[in-house]
């Protein structure tokens, strides 16, 4: 059977772009040691931007529960019993399946 040249150009530039994607998709380098440099406002904010910062800090340091809206699938009573690598707010260790 012949195939048209087109649907065979299709074909390779697909597998092309497929392979290409596999060789540049993005991994967890994972927990990073040192000094976290995180976790406080960036420097130079307002006393306004600063003091709604420290408010948003203190909301993710909350103890929340349902009745505050916990959903059916959050596991545990703060956004900051996971979000602490490298500091509070920072990404999660947890992995889940």
């Not at 530039?13 to 060789?23: E, H, Q, V």
């Amino acid at each position: 059977m012949h195939v048209p040249i087109i649907s065979r150009l299709k074909w390779c530039l697909s597998g092309i772009a497929f392979l290409a994607s596999l060789c540049l998709a993005q991994t967890d380098p994972g927990v990073r040691g040192g000094p976290s440099g995180a976790g406080g406002p960036v420097a130079g904010l307002s006393t306004a931007l600063t003091a709604a910062f420290n408010l948003g800090l203190t909301n993710f340091q909350e103890v929340e529960d349902v009745s505050d809206g916990l959903g059916p699938r959050f596991n545990s009573n703060s956004c900051v019993s996971c979000h602490t690598q490298p500091a509070v707010g920072g990404t999660s260790v947890v992995r889940r399946k």
